[in-house]
């Protein structure tokens, strides 16, 4: 168990000492405060020694009690890192960033140099309490963002992320002993990225409607990469013999214009199924193709771009087969291959590795109402389980 101690300073030579400065200077007008008579003494997790001193006895047995709590729970932090300004945090936490791709890397500067830092950059990190974020994210809902308009529920939970990440960063490095960015509601949009699920029929009008264009449109309907994805999908990489699709780049437009080529969404490579009925074309499609090219490329053979993309092939194509009122994108079609495998008995883990998922978890929660309800066929199964295992007695007891 910790020890943390109190002394009474009132017979040490240097506070007898100080009493007299400080009588001294009252005297002559001095406001200053009376020196402490109480120091609270401790040693840190470390073994170096730290002390307060109180004017007021109940302080100092205050702050010896939570000092105490903290040693023995483990939740210690020096008060002088609590100190530490928010912005200079923020500093070292995105010094510190691994993982993130460039294009994510410029986002997470933007929110913080736009709505971050100007709140709290100056604020010690121990300083912020848990009821001034949730007032900050109220602002946030309520005032227009830096563009004017209101700012929507989607970059409202990405301005958080920023800041909690960065506040997470200060717990873990010892600054503070707790986030006060956890536990917040956030608000939601309640058209946020509606899911639209084509049936095969729809499908196949929408590839049709395409013409050369359709069997990209078939990759992204039944294998459910993403744009970035099939964009810097190269020839050397499209399996035919196994009926496999190896993504592990993606295209994804830099700040400023541009494509950046960089690894996939939470640099999950994984492999993808091939229809077998679509493995003729793709054939045809590589042709004459070198193993580093690209298999869907633009007019000019470079990267095809998803605005180009979107006006020229994808938008056309959506209002000549019909499907124009349904609000339909090239993301969405991710949407209808997560449906119709589902549909077609695929389990959570299958429909999870061809979209990229993170987790199952994440699968469930998207897709979980289309997985059919399984209960019946499950009880049934252990009836018949059961009714071996009861025949079986019976054989063996006549």
Not at 115 to 140: D, F, N, R
Not at 217 to 245: D, N
Request: with cysteine.
């Amino acid at each position: 168990m910790a020890r943390v101690w109190i002394e009474d300073r009132s017979t040490q030579k240097d506070y007898i000492a100080a009493m007299e400065k400080w009588r001294a200077a009252k005297k002559a007008g001095s406001k200053r405060a009376e020196p402490g008579r109480w120091r609270v003494r401790w040693y840190d997790p470390n073994g170096k020694s730290k002390a307060r001193t109180f004017g007021k006895l109940p302080a100092a047995e205050k702050c010896q009690q939570e000092t105490l709590e903290r040693l023995d729970k483990g939740t210690y932090r020096d008060p002088k890192q609590g100190k530490t300004l928010f912005a200079d945090v923020a500093t070292a936490w995105f010094g510190a960033l691994r993982r993130p791709g460039e294009r994510t890397k410029d986002d997470y500067r933007e929110l913080l140099d736009l709505y971050v830092l100007p709140k709290w950059g100056m604020w010690p990190v121990a300083s912020i309490q848990w009821e001034q974020v949730s007032e900050w994210l109220t602002e946030l809902c309520n005032a227009p963002g830096k563009r004017g308009k209101p700012l929507s529920p989607a970059r409202i939970a990405k301005i958080h992320l920023v800041f909690g990440m960065v506040l997470k960063y200060a717990v873990k490095t010892g600054k503070i002993a707790t986030s006060p960015a956890v536990d917040h509601e956030l608000p939601q949009d309640e058209d946020d990225d509606d899911h639209v699920y084509l049936t095969h029929d729809q499908v196949e009008g929408l590839a049709a409607a395409a013409g050369e264009h359709a069997l990209l449109l078939l990759v992204l309907a039944y294998c459910g990469i993403r744009w970035g994805e099939v964009s810097a999908l190269k020839a050397s990489r499209v399996q035919v013999s196994t009926r496999r699709l190896r993504i592990v780049q993606a295209y994804t437009r830099k700040r400023g214009g541009g494509l950046l080529l960089k690894d996939v969404k939470n640099h999950e490579k994984r492999s993808v199924p091939l229809l077998g009925s679509l493995v003729g074309d793709l054939r045809d499609a590589l042709k004459g193709k070198g193993r580093e090219a690209l298999l869907f490329t633009g007019r000019d053979g470079e990267p095809m771009g998803y605005w180009e993309f979107r006006s020229t092939i994808f938008d056309p194509a959506v209002k000549a087969a019909g499907l124009d009122g349904l609000g339909l994108t090239p993301h969405k079609l991710r949407h209808t291959a997560a449906s119709l495998a589902i549909a077609a008995g695929a389990d959570v883990k299958v429909v999870q590795q061809m979209l990229g998922h993170k987790s199952a978890a994440m699968t469930l929660d998207v897709y979980g109402h289309l997985f059919p309800d399984r209960l019946d066929e499950v009880a049934n199964a252990l009836d018949a389980g059961r009714a071996s295992a009861l025949a079986a007695r019976t054989a063996l007891a006549a």
